[in-house]
């Protein structure tokens, strides 16, 4: 195991040097509005854009404390029966995860909180609770609350702005990225060295975040309640884990079993249900058919990865084949009450500003802005807005994204022969025009892109495509 194990991770140090940042800081900035680092995996190196706004709230400086022992409470079923209250709260520092309560779980969970780790929906709903950010202040009085996904910066921002000697930090970009490259790297030989797959990674576990972090400013780092066999998914909740929940979760379990056998996690404690849990399974394969050699791997229906004769199904199918579409029973409900059609200009103009402002449609900023649901326009952004909103309108439209399913079939002729084309982000055409053919009529850029257009030189890695695309 060990031997594997150091494979597995060989040649990654998810232990950087000390001066690796914790958090988003003003010491960072490599410029007035950018940071710029090297991702310690892959040696790249990497620049993240500060907006003013973002810059105007961080703090001067990276986490400094550090601890002896710390203790992960991840939110798993196994936590519950376990017993390890005392234990956690015995820690120098304990961090907790989401919205995982303690009261009426003291026993197993304890209640001691140094770091809330949060995702981006949890810090939208930290926003959107009750009456305003006061309802849910409770969350960063006693704990330093860390918002790990970059797009919760709005929230941060207005977390700071309101409660500004409260303790809120964002997460630095590169420990999150230094995070998610190392991810990729594990899953790919986990899979090559059990002969499996896992599928994907769409995003990581806030408790994964919380791992990484206490391993740069903890010596020792103790998990519980990561344990993911168990009938419940949360211990605070009767919700049941999905087949792909399962999956997912499991493949995180074995990498956090790899980081412990090369030393970065103390130890693992394991939950009530563990042994409960292993014998349901074990009668349960018992019940069903074996699969006696490796051939023998389960169709699924296309629609899932067949692992070790059970059926992992994509995130919209169920069943043990895969064959239950959850969404086929309530197709018809998911756009009642929803007008799709926008009626407004599509693009921004001179003929939509009024004075200063352009009014955006109501509720779209949910409440979020002091000035309401505008946007504020300036001289300069006036001057080089078009007067108005194109007329153009097509028969046909192809809305191309850049997923690599699309190299499963040859749609390249269909996708040209429609009247508008659009595609995203500087995806190339060339080389695979069978697939995704090689017209463009239109584009979107996120603001990586947009950086990367304005940074190279006189823009020539943009002319490829700026003659014939809007």
Known sequence: MRAAARSIIHGMDLRPHRGFPVITNLRQLDSQYEIR????ITGRTVYYAVPPELASVLPKSDLSKRYDTCAVVGPAGSLLGSGHGERIDAANAVFRINNSPTHRFEA???????FQIVNQFWAEMLMNSGDGPQDVKWWFEDATLVLTSPYSQESFILLRQLFPMSSVVFMSRALSAAGWSATERMRSRIQETMGTSFGSITELSSTFYATLMAMQICSEVHLYGID????????????????????HEGLEYLMYLVMQANGYITAIHEGAETAQVAQEVQEKQQQQPQCMVRPCILSCNSRGVSVNGTCHCEPIYSGSDCSINLLADTVDDLLEGIDVFYKGPIE????SVNGTFIQLPEGITRQKLREGDIYQVDRALYHALPEEDPADRFGSCAVVG???????????????????IYRFNQAPTRGYETHVGGRTTHESLNGFWIKELLDERR??????????TA
């Open 459 to 468: 823009g020539f890695r943009w002319n490829w495509r700026s003659r014939d």
């Open 108 to 114: 197993d969970a304890g209640t001691k909180t140094t």
């Open 348 to 351: 921004m103009c001179r003929a």
């Open 37 to 40: 680092f090297t991702n310690p």
């Open 402 to 420: 850049n997923s690599g399913l699309l190299l499963n079939k040859e749609l390249g002729k269909e996708i040209d022969s429609h009247d508008l």
């Open 228 to 247: 993911t066999r168990s009938s419940k998914s949360h211990y605070y909740d009767d919700y049941d884990q999905g087949d792909e929940e399962r999956s």
